[in-house]
C-alpha cells in the first residue's frame, strides 16, 4: 500500500514536470521569437520534447501496469519500450531540424536581444534542474525514465549555454555565440538519441538479451543430468526486466516423472545462473519420440 501511494505521489510529481515544461517552452519561444535568439528557441524545442518525453513516460507507466490478459498475454510493460522509442525518434527529428536552421544562421547571422535571453533562460535553467531531479529518482531500473532523465540533464546544460551566449551578447556583441550554442545543443540531443535508439530496437526485435548468449545457456542445459541435446533456443526480453527463453531439450529419459525432474531442474539452473523465470520447455525422446 506504502509503494502505491509513493507511485501516485511520484506520478503527481512528474505530471506537474510535464505542465512546468510546457509552460517553459511557450515562455522560451515568445522569448526566443522577440529577442531573435535561435538557441533559446533550441532550449525552448528541447523543454517540448521533454515535455513530451515526460508526457509518453507516464501515459506507457499507466498503461504497463495493466495486468496479462487475453489480448496482451505478457501483460502491457513493454508500452514503456514503445514510449521510448518515440520519444527518441522526437529526439532526432528536432535536433536535425534545429542543426539545419543555426548552418542557416551562419550564413545570414542576426542580431540578438542579450538580456531577454539571459532573463528567459535563468528561469529555464531552475525548472530543468527541478525536473532532473524528479526523473532522477526515477530512472534507475526503467530505460522510459532514464530516457527523460538525459533529457532533462541536456535541458538543463542547454540553459547554462544560452545563458552563457545571452551574457557574451550583452557584454561584447558576440551574436555567433547564440548559433554556436544551437548547434552544441542540437548536435548533444542527436548524440544522446542515437546512443539510446539500438538499445530500445534491440528489445522491441525480441533479441538476445545484450548480457546474455545462447552458447552459454545451451551448455548449462546439456550439462544437466539425462539432456542430451538442447535446440531451437530462442532468448528474448518480455519487457525492459523480464526474460524468456523457449528450447526443445532431447532427453534419454522416458518416464514421465524423470522427464519433470530434468524440467524442475533446468528451471531451478535458468532462473539462477541466467535470471530467465519464464522459460517454455518441449521435450523429446532420444529416439524423436516425443514425450508428452
Known amino acids: 500500500m506504502a509503494h502505491h501511494h509513493y ?14 515544461n510546457l509552460l517553459l517552452t511557450f515562455v522560451q519561444v515568445v522569448g526566443g521569437v522577440i529577442s531573435g535568439s535561435l538557441s533559446l528557441v533550441a532550449d525552448a524545442l528541447h523543454n517540448l520534447s521533454d515535455a513530451a518525453s515526460l508526457g509518453i513516460a507516464l501515459f506507457a507507466k499507466a498503461i504497463g501496469r495493466k495486468p496479462a490478459d ?6 502491457y510493460q513493454r508500452a514503456e519500450i514503445v514510449a521510448a522509442l518515440i520519444n527518441l525518434t522526437i ?27 539571459v532573463v528567459v533562460a535563468g528561469g529555464a535553467l531552475f525548472i530543468d534542474i527541478a525536473t532532473a531531479y524528479i526523473t532522477y529518482r526515477m530512472s534507475k531500473d526503467s530505460l522510459n525514465m532514464k530516457a527523460a532523465f538525459l ?20 557584454l561584447y556583441q558576440l551574436y555567433w555565440v547564440d548559433t ?23 528489445i522491441l526485435m525480441e533479441g538476445t538479451p545484450e548480457d546474455l548468449s545462447s552458447i552459454d545457456i545451451k551448455l548449462a542445459m ?26 526443445h531439450v532431447v532427453v534419454s529419459a522416458s518416464e514421465l516423472r524423470d522427464v519433470e525432474l530434468i ?7 535458468l532462473s539462477l545462473n541466467f535470471n530467465i523465470n519464464h522459460s517454455t520447455l518441449e521435450f523429446e525422446h532420444q529416439s524423436e519420440k516425443k514425450c508428452e
Open 70 to 75: 487475453q489480448y496482451k498475454s505478457f501483460g
Open 180 to 202: 554556436l550554442i544551437a548547434f552544441v545543443i542540437s548536435g548533444f540531443v542527436f548524440w544522446q538519441a542515437i546512443k539510446l535508439l539500438p538499445k530500445t530496437i534491440h
Open 7 to 20: 507511485e501516485a505521489r511520484t506520478d503527481k510529481g512528474l505530471w506537474v514536470a510535464v505542465f512546468i
Open 91 to 117: 529526439l532526432l527529428v528536432v535536433s536535425v531540424y534545429l542543426l539545419f536552421e543555426a548552418f542557416w544562421r551562419i550564413a545570414e547571422p542576426k542580431e540578438v536581444a542579450g538580456w531577454i535571453i
Open 151 to 170: 533529457h532533462n540533464l541536456a535541458d538543463a546544460l542547454g540553459s547554462i549555454g544560452v545563458i552563457l551566449a545571452g551574457a557574451l551578447i550583452i
Open 222 to 247: 546439456e550439462k544437466i543430468d539425462l539432456v542430451e541435446n538442447v535446440h531451437h533456443i530462442h532468448v528474448w526480453n518480455i519487457d525492459e526486466h523480464r526474460v524468456a527463453l523457449e528450447a
Open 263 to 269: 524440467k524442475a531442474s533446468l528451471k531451478e539452473m
